[in-house]
């Protein structure tokens, strides 16, 4: 009542009415809803503090017995009749401090170090006022910014979980990955989180504080992880705990400490019929947390560089058969190339994904962005593509079917540059059924993501039959295995839309005729399909890209007469495109690693 009248009231009543108080008078600017209770009746108390945020416990600070009941009454009470899994805060107010001289802190103390869930104690006068607007700010501040999940009293130290998130925000947050935050990079930090910049004294007042306190806690002129904990225990420790709150909450995270959903998972509406792709910033940020990690500059992720990149997420998110599923170097490590395909390829298959991978790296932070959401693309409807005879999509997707040992996996590892011989020192729990490369087409850099079809005839999916493009391979050396693909053809494309191509797989083996009731050749005629196109993998250096390049280009002309599918001067167009790209694209790896 002096809160609201700001005098104190002649006549009090046993229990005062509710009172709300508007936002845009706390400092906090949100709404706050205090409900009074009564000890003389017990009605409605269980409903009142199941739906309190904070509660206060209001004892006098001249009686004994007022005290007392805290710990004997008032909280075992509270403890009774809220729920044990979720911890509401605890301020005790000491009123009537115009009464004594003395203060009650050192008796209240004691009962603080018990009971964690009490975040502060406040002594206060309802009669003149005295720390009545602070008594209500402690309370806000007790639930917006609550010290038990960041800290032990006991201790006296963070909490094993604010650590671990504040870990991973310092590592977002250096951005060359050095170890320690530059000036630069806490300058950008101070304007991402709070957003305003630190003056270059005040930068260095910081450091002096945490030179002053900690060996090892400025290196080189930056601040090192040691350093950034402990200037947030000091924050803690002198009751700014908002401004370690308002770091968590911009990097993501809920009152648990945990990230929170709807930063990992912002909304992304995907219409029928259209795909997800990466963006050009999203590439942007890509690259740079490649460059960031690839430490010894060879373009390529050593596992303790992958490890290092992958610190930020609470799981290991690629396993072995990734390696098996994009472009790697010699020595089996993925390659910068390998490393955005593998980026795409989530992107396509599982967005969700892909946007709490982004979330996990810092995304919205670092690009400055509103949410992951604004890395990805979503594609137009494929019917609008084949209408307007055109498309802008990046990446398309090749089902590649074939009969059990037709030869598939190796057609898959072809395109990744894997020859016979290094597909077979992979192991078998290793194994990928999808690889995603580039291609070259009319010099457009594009993405083809092939993925081998489990070869079940009579449980095909919808998934399945989803594609921009259906491969149809066959073992040439084996005279029972091009039935299969003719079945599939009959079955599920023959009246599709989507475009099929013929692969006659192993064409270094001797030929056998084909048990079907016609040859492979006859068959793509009488369907109007390209001939079979011949491929193998058993060769001394990487296999020949130019089927890949025809795949891609079915993919994005569906619509290309099959006399342009018959020509070879059509193909000859293509195939030397991708070979000047390919070139082109040698060349500006060599001069971006030569000025790096």
């Given at each position: 009542?002096?809160?609201?009248?700001?005098e104190?009231?002649?006549?009090?009543?046993?229990?005062?009415?509710?009172?709300?108080i508007?936002?845009?008078v706390?400092?906090?600017?949100?709404?706050?809803?205090?409900?009074?209770y009564?000890?003389?009746?017990?009605?409605?108390?269980?409903?009142?503090?199941?739906?309190?945020?904070?509660?206060?416990?209001?004892?006098?600070?001249?009686?004994?017995?007022s005290?007392?009941?805290?710990?004997?009454?008032?909280?075992?009470l509270?403890?009774?009749?809220?729920?044990?899994?979720?911890?509401?805060?605890?301020?005790?107010?000491?009123?009537?401090?115009?009464?004594?001289?003395?203060?009650s802190?050192e008796t209240?103390?004691?009962?603080?170090?018990?009971?964690?869930?009490?975040?502060?104690c406040?002594?206060?006068?309802?009669?003149?006022?005295?720390?009545?607007?602070?008594?209500?700010?402690?309370?806000?501040?007790?639930?917006?910014?609550?010290?038990?999940?960041?800290?032990?009293?006991?201790?006296k130290?963070?909490?094993?979980?604010?650590?671990?998130?504040?870990?991973?925000?310092?590592?977002?947050?250096?951005?060359?990955?050095?170890g320690?935050?530059?000036?630069?990079?806490?300058?950008?930090?101070?304007?991402?989180?709070?957003n305003?910049?630190?003056?270059p004294?005040?930068?260095?007042?910081?450091?002096?504080?945490?030179?002053?306190?900690?060996?090892?806690?400025?290196?080189?002129?930056?601040?090192?992880?040691?350093?950034?904990?402990?200037?947030?225990?000091?924050?803690?420790?002198?009751?700014?705990?908002?401004?370690?709150?308002?770091?968590?909450?911009?990097?993501?995270?809920?009152?648990?400490?945990?990230?929170?959903?709807?930063y990992?998972?912002?909304?992304?509406?995907?219409p029928?019929?259209?795909?997800?792709?990466l963006?050009?910033?999203?590439?942007?940020?890509?690259?740079?947390?490649?460059?960031?990690?690839?430490?010894?500059?060879?373009?390529?992720?050593?596992p303790?560089?992958?490890?290092?990149?992958?610190?930020?997420?609470?799981?290991?998110?690629?396993?072995?058969?990734?390696?098996?599923?994009?472009?790697?170097?010699?020595?089996?490590?993925?390659?910068?190339?390998?490393?955005l395909?593998q980026?795409?390829?989530?992107?396509?298959?599982?967005?969700?994904?892909?946007?709490?991978?982004?979330?996990?790296?810092?995304?919205?932070?670092?690009?400055?962005?509103e949410?992951?959401?604004?890395?990805?693309?979503?594609?137009?409807?494929?019917?609008?593509?084949?209408?307007?005879?055109?498309?802008?999509?990046?990446?398309?997707?090749?089902?590649?079917?074939?009969?059990?040992?037709?030869?598939?996996?190796?057609?898959?590892?072809?395109?990744?540059?894997?020859?016979?011989?290094?597909?077979?020192?992979?192991?078998?729990?290793?194994r990928?059924?999808?690889?995603?490369?580039?291609?070259?087409?009319?010099?457009?850099?594009?993405?083809?993501?092939?993925?081998?079809?489990?070869?079940?005839?009579?449980?095909?999916?919808?998934?399945?039959?989803?594609?921009?493009?259906?491969c149809?391979?066959?073992?040439?050396?084996?005279?029972?295995?091009?039935?299969?693909?003719a079945?599939?053809?009959?079955?599920?494309?023959?009246?599709s839309?989507?475009?099929?191509?013929?692969?006659?797989?192993?064409?270094?083996?001797?030929?056998?005729?084909?048990?079907?009731?016609?040859?492979p050749?006859?068959?793509?005629?009488r369907?109007?399909?390209?001939?079979?196109q011949?491929?193998?993998?058993?060769?001394?250096?990487?296999?020949?890209?130019?089927i890949?390049?025809?795949?891609?280009?079915m993919?994005?002309?569906?619509?290309?007469s099959?006399?342009?599918?018959?020509?070879?001067?059509?193909?000859?167009?293509?195939?030397?495109?991708?070979?000047?790209?390919?070139?082109?694209?040698?060349?500006?790896?060599?001069v971006?690693?030569?000025?790096?």
């Amino acid at each position: 009542m002096s809160l609201v009248s700001e005098e104190f009231p002649d006549v009090v009543p046993y229990r005062a009415e509710e009172i709300t108080i508007p936002a845009d008078v706390t400092p906090e600017r949100v709404p706050t809803h205090i409900v009074d209770y009564s000890g003389i009746s017990l009605v409605c108390l269980g409903l009142c503090l199941s739906q309190a945020n904070v509660i206060c416990i209001v004892y006098s600070v001249n009686n004994k017995k007022s005290i007392e009941k805290v710990t004997s009454h008032w909280i075992p009470l509270i403890t009774e009749n809220t729920d044990k899994d979720s911890r509401v805060p605890l301020i005790l107010v000491g009123n009537k401090s115009d009464l004594v001289e003395h203060s009650s802190m050192e008796t209240i103390l004691p009962i603080m170090n018990q009971y964690s869930e009490i975040e502060t104690c406040v002594e206060c006068s309802a009669k003149n006022l005295k720390n009545i607007s602070e008594l209500f700010y402690y309370a806000q501040k007790a639930v917006l910014h609550p010290t038990g999940p960041l800290y032990c009293p006991e201790k006296k130290d963070m909490k094993p979980l604010c650590v671990k998130a504040l870990t991973r925000i310092f590592k977002v947050s250096d951005l060359d990955n050095d170890g320690t935050l530059n000036d630069n990079e806490l300058n950008f930090f101070q304007r991402m989180c709070f957003n305003t910049p630190l003056e270059p004294q005040a930068l260095e007042d910081v450091k002096n504080v945490v030179r002053r306190n900690l060996i090892d806690g400025v290196c080189d002129n930056g601040l090192t992880l040691k350093g950034f904990l402990f200037l947030h225990t000091l924050f803690i420790q002198r009751g700014r705990h908002e401004t370690t709150w308002t770091v968590l909450r911009r990097f993501g995270y809920d009152d648990d400490l945990e990230l929170n959903q709807d930063y990992l998972f912002p909304p992304l509406k995907i219409p029928p019929d259209c795909t997800t792709e990466l963006n050009h910033k999203a590439y942007l940020f890509l690259q740079g947390v490649f460059d960031k990690h690839d430490k010894d500059r060879d373009c390529a992720l050593s596992p303790e560089e992958l490890k290092d990149l992958f610190d930020v997420f609470p799981y290991m998110p690629w396993g072995p058969d990734v390696n098996n599923t994009v472009c790697t170097n010699d020595q089996g490590w993925i390659t910068y190339q390998g490393y955005l395909s593998q980026w795409t390829l989530t992107t396509y298959l599982d967005v969700q994904r892909c946007l709490e991978y982004l979330g996990y790296l810092g995304y919205s932070i670092i690009a400055e962005q509103e949410c992951q959401a604004s890395g990805i693309t979503v594609t137009r409807d494929k019917k609008i593509d084949l209408q307007k005879k055109q498309t802008q999509r990046s990446v398309f997707h090749c089902n590649v079917f074939g009969d059990i040992g037709s030869g598939k996996s190796g057609f898959l590892q072809g395109f990744l540059g894997r020859n016979l011989m290094r597909q077979k020192m992979i192991r078998e729990e290793h194994r990928s059924y999808y690889s995603i490369s580039t291609t070259y087409v009319y010099g457009q850099e594009k993405y083809l993501l092939l993925h081998e079809v489990f070869p079940d005839f009579d449980y095909l999916a919808d998934a399945d039959m989803a594609c921009d493009i259906v491969c149809l391979l066959y073992d040439v050396n084996n005279p029972y295995s091009f039935e299969y693909c003719a079945k599939v053809f009959k079955q599920y494309f023959m009246d599709s839309k989507t475009p099929c191509m013929m692969i006659a797989a192993k064409s270094d083996l001797p030929e056998a005729r084909q048990t079907y009731g016609c040859s492979p050749l006859e068959f793509c005629r009488r369907h109007k399909m390209p001939p079979p196109q011949s491929f193998t993998c058993n060769t001394a250096g990487a296999p020949s890209r130019d089927i890949y390049t025809k795949l891609t280009t079915m993919a994005m002309y569906p619509h290309i007469s099959q006399a342009d599918l018959k020509s070879s001067t059509f193909w000859l167009r293509v195939s030397v495109g991708a070979t000047v790209f390919a070139v082109l694209g040698f060349a500006m790896c060599r001069v971006l690693l030569k000025s790096r």
